[in-house]
């Protein structure tokens, strides 16, 4: 599954990230690499973008984005 | 960068959030100064301090995340360090966020820069439970370690000697050098050999670090490279296949693996050296993002903050500039002073040209004191992190048209509601990391309603609505708005097309009290650049519009026409005075143009005034100037030292004066005026 598919408070594990380009660097110079664990905190107001925690820190970012993140629930 | 002798140059680098300018402002003080990187709208700020007789020249970088050539901060950063090669580097680094900023701080090693370790906030990472073994850190990285608390002011001269130190003693240190694993480190062997064979190359760079970034598919080092040498090609070519051949073996492109070896090796040095002395305790952050981000609570609070800053800087900020503005116009009359004295239906050009360029300027700088208020409030917004929450919520509305969730401050300035200004609308843009949705905001901004549209508005709806004014005014500020929106959309799928657009990623930093001394700082930094700024423009414009209102000018008939109105004016009003008039000697001549000035300046002079007691200085004052007109400027009824004094002589010019004078009332400023309103 995909990281915009995990449900808030839930927990998962990157597996992958699909995304080429700066998307890819940035989501990987993020920390966004295979084994780290992700919790998904919360929808904005409007429904996009989430906010998750991993590595330590908070971070937002679109579903379109989240798409690209390939995970496992935990 | 302009090396002279026993100057250092120090970078600060950093990503982020990690308290990077608090650092920078800690280590230089008060001698700063803000520049643009050349060609683009990010500050560059280079300060200084001494340290054991030799000056530190020290340059803010950008923050960022990392050093790829996807941004134009990263692309800036990097740049200075390899062009300039920096004597050291000091890399700020949040002491509670180690694993990730350490992914930073391995590609500047890797640069081959002799890096210094600040790490920043060590006391807000005790508070979480954070111990940090900071020897073992040091050891482990291979390069000098500082603990600072940046927004205490601690650590500062332990840094400023460990710069210098490291400076003194380059050689002697050898940093961690990153291994990407069995899969990865033969190509880049085999690669650095091969580089090592371009002389140019591997005077200005570190082959190592030539390798990685080619192996990463490097756009920028790739065009690098090519220019550098003549044979590029060859090593491009080789990239390439080399790139090739592992995506296909392994499955997944070299720079994954990079980067995944980059976070493995900082997990591990952060296991070793840091120690959970207890459990992640609930920070405060958690528990107000709870409130601020909820879908009920959220754009409430979004909803008060931007009332409050309308509040505060458009409306308290108006009646500070009552107090401020008498100074501008006592400046302006001040200048006036050494002019050549006015004519009567126009100016002469020594004086109306200046008047004209000086009324342009200060009708800006009348709006100083918003803009001190409302850059303050930016920092503070900034520095508390509340930025990065307006963002997250708001970004849904926004993306739909092109533009960003940052993109609503910058609006908000310019003039959502009714009253803002575009100058500090624009100037809030630079925080948009996203080229496309910065370009497409800055665009839209001059559409919203500020504070000068608003008097053309009310002008509008009185003449052609005043029955449903309230209506009509928010028709305008709505329609506005929802043009100003459409434009943006057109504009990124147009024009702004081909600029480039980065993805929204943004991190959610922890809330922090800001301190007084850095939102001071950033907003009188933000005042003067503003200052700077719009002294020179107004005056080339204020120039061009003068020339464009005055050139060609009247043609001779109508010039004639005007000037006989004058005459004919000044005729009537002879002729009503009568030929016995008391005052015919003193109004006759030149002296009719000195007394028009005369009753010009105090009619300013009450406008100013507020209390009587005030008032009455004035009259005194110019009753002093000239009593015989002072008699005619109050139509003989006057208050002088308490006493009514009723003087029956000028009763007969009493209405011709009024009329008459009216008439031919002075055109002093008329330019200004005309100017002031054109330029705003």
Known sequence: MTLDEVKIG???????????????????????VPGTRIKVIRNAPLVDPVEIFMKGYFLSLRHVEAKAVEVVLL | MNEKAGEILVAVAGQPNSGKSTIFNLLTGARQHVANYPGVTIEKKIGSFYSNGDKVVVVDLPGTYSLTSYTQEERIAR?????ERPEVVVDIVDASNLERNLYLTFQLIEMGLPVVLDLNM???????????NIEELSRQLGIPIVPTIGNKGRGKNELRQIIHSTYKNKQRITPLRLDYGGTLEPILKSLEEELSGYPRLMEHYSGRWLAVRLMEGDSEVQRLVQQQSQRGEDILDKVARAREHFIRDHKKSPEKVIAQERYRVAGKIVENCVKRTKPAPKTLTDRIDKVVCNKFFGPIILAATIYGLYQLAIVQGYKLAEYTWPLLAGFRDFIALFLPSQGFISDPILRAMPLGVIDGIIAVLNYIPIFIILFALIAILEDTGYMARMAFILDRVFRYFGLHGHSVLPLILGGVCVGGCAIPGVMACRGIKDERARMATILIVPLMNCMAKIPLYVLLIGMFFAEQKAQMMFFISTITIIIALAVAKILTLT??????????????????????????????????LFVKKIITVVIIVAAIVYALINYPGLNKERDAYYKNQANQAIQTFY???????????????????????????????????????????IDQKFYSKNPEFFKVVKRGKYELNGKKIVDKMPKR??????????????????????????VI
């Open chain 1, 10 to 32: 839930q927990e998962c594990s990157i597996v992958d990230v699909q995304a080429e380009g700066a998307l890819g660097q940035r989501l990987l110079d993020m920390g966004f």
């Open chain 2, 575 to 617: 002729e009503k005075m009568g030929d016995n008039s008391p005052y015919t000697k003193v109004l006759s001549g030149s002296k009719l143009m000195e007394f028009t000035t005369y009753w010009d300046g105090y009619k300013k002079a009450r406008m100013g005034a507020k209390t009587e007691q005030a008032k009455q200085t």
């Open chain 2, 79 to 83: 740049d200075f360090l390899l062009l």
């Open chain 2, 122 to 132: 060590v006391d807000v990472a005790k508070r979480r439970g954070f111990e940090i």
């Open chain 2, 495 to 528: 024009v702004l097309r081909k600029k480039e657009s980065a993805p929204f990623i943004l991190e959610m930093p922890a809330y922090h009290l800001p301190t007084f001394s850095g939102v001071m700082r950033r907003c009188i930094e933000r005042v003067w």
């Open chain 2, 653 to 678: 010019l009493r209405k011709p004066t009024g009329s008459y004078l009216k008439q031919g009332r002075s055109f002093e400023g008329k330019e200004g005026k005309k100017l002031s309103h054109q």
